[in-house]
């Protein structure tokens, strides 16, 4: 019996970006682990940078996590006393198709953005633009005193964590729950205003991998950027990129695995009670079978099929004697329950064919199988059993069958 183990690989491969576009990819990753069987779904691998990479233990307040990508805005102007300054991103869940790369079958993944950050970079020192005593003070009353730094989030926006300032610059990270423009007013002339990066957090919805075939599958999610686009800084900041795709990168580690007890690739049909019967009383057997139980581990799609080296039958396989004889074998496959036939059934003595899937390929899991107890029944037709247990004939009949799992 062939011992299997596949790796299916999901990729969604990037698109080359085109001029004034930003392009920035997203990964994540499923590989079952045996400890969490539970736990059927991708994990984020895409490495942390910007606000969270610098205040993590604010990111981890929230369960988010950000990405920094190189996309400024400057000011068309000088920013005025009652001038507004908002930021809205499409917090709303987007949907993007990706397509397996062989078969094109389509899933669907989602994503969100839950967090907006950036540094706002001022033409002169903050101090020199407000009289204010301090750079700190400056910082507020260039946007209206009291708590009215960047740090605070005007809504519906919320504070996302800690702000860093210079003399000239401020960081900020603000949380966005739902879509709207968070606006901020200025109260002092600014020559130039400008953004320096983009910081933003998301959220991810991935298709289920159990039901996901074995290679790869490509897609993005594209976004425009500017005055009433969807990130929208409003209409006196311009955007040096007016483009931003998310190109995703889903890797899914399958395991197909099956495991024979030691010695169990060698199969002795008999009768049921073994052949004394026949031999002391010439009580010819109904049946000669043997049947194989195997240990399985999988999350995925899959086949079961089986090949008669040398002597294939029909639908069958066959074995020979030195004598010349032959007996038709027929193949049978028990699977453990969570493992379910093309029709939704559970796998019950399934016929396998020579050179075929079997019947109820191509087989899926619900859940995560880990070393479940299935069989395959080796049995003889009963047209030859008459034809072989005659009187004073002997021989040793042999074949060899193969089962091939094949994951999808």
């Known amino acids: 019996m062939k011992r299997t183990t596949c790796w299916l690989g999901l990729l969604l491969a990037l698109a080359t970006p085109s001029a004034m576009a930003v392009n920035q990819t997203i990964t994540a990753k499923f590989a079952q682990d045996p400890t969490r069987p539970s736990k059927n779904e991708f994990v984020n ?12 233990a604010d990111c981890a307040q929230y369960n988010m996590f950000s990405i920094r990508v190189p ?4 000011s068309n102007r000088e920013i005025r006393p009652r001038d507004m300054i908002s930021i809205k991103v499409p917090a709303y869940w987007h949907q993007a198709t990706v397509f397996h790369k062989i078969t094109g079958q389509a899933e669907t993944v989602e994503i969100r953005f839950v967090g907006i950050g950036s540094e706002y970079v001022l033409s002169s020192p903050v101090d020199e633009l407000t009289g204010a005593p301090s750079v700190r003070d400056g910082h507020h009353w260039l946007w209206g005193g009291g708590a009215s730094s960047w740090v605070f989030a005007p809504p519906p926006c919320l504070e996302g964590g800690a702000g860093g300032y210079s003399a000239t610059r401020y960081r900020f990270f603000w949380r966005t729950p739902v879509e709207g423009p968070c606006t901020k007013t200025a109260e ?3 020559p130039l205003l400008s953004f320096d990066t983009l910081d933003f957090a998301y959220q991810l919805r991935t298709p289920n991998p159990l039901g996901m075939m074995n290679g790869q599958y490509t897609g993005s999610a594209a976004y425009t950027v500017g005055s009433l686009r969807d990130f929208d800084f409003g209409h006196l900041m311009v955007a040096d990129d007016q483009n931003l795709t998310f190109d995703f990168v889903l890797d899914v580690q399958h395991t197909l695995k099956v495991d024979l007890p030691a010695g169990a690739d060698k199969v002795a049909l008999e009768p049921e009670g073994g052949w004394q019967q026949w031999i002391d009383g010439g009580r010819k057997p109904s049946r000669i079978y043997r049947e194989q139980e195997f240990l399985i581990s999988t999350t995925s799609m899959f086949s079961v099929w089986m090949n008669c080296d040398g002597f294939p039958g029909n639908s069958q396989c066959k074995l020979r004697g030195e004598k010349g ?45 880990d070393r479940k107890p299935g069989k395959l029944r080796f049995e003889m037709d009963k047209s030859d059993i008459d034809a072989l247990l005659r009187p004073g004939f002997t021989d040793t009949l042999r074949g060899t069958i193969n089962i091939i799992w094949d994951s999808m």
């Open 188 to 190: 002092y002339n600014i």
């Open 45 to 56: 691998t895409t490495p942390v940078s910007g606000y969270c990479a610098t205040n993590p």
């Open 71 to 74: 996309m400024s805005f400057r």
């Open 325 to 369: 004889s032959e007996a038709n074998v027929q193949v049978f496959l028990t699977m453990p329950d969570g493992i379910v036939n093309r029709n939704g059934a559970a796998v019950r003595d399934e016929r396998l064919y020579h050179g075929k899937w079997s019947i109820g390929s191509p087989y899926e899991t619900s859940r995560y199988i």
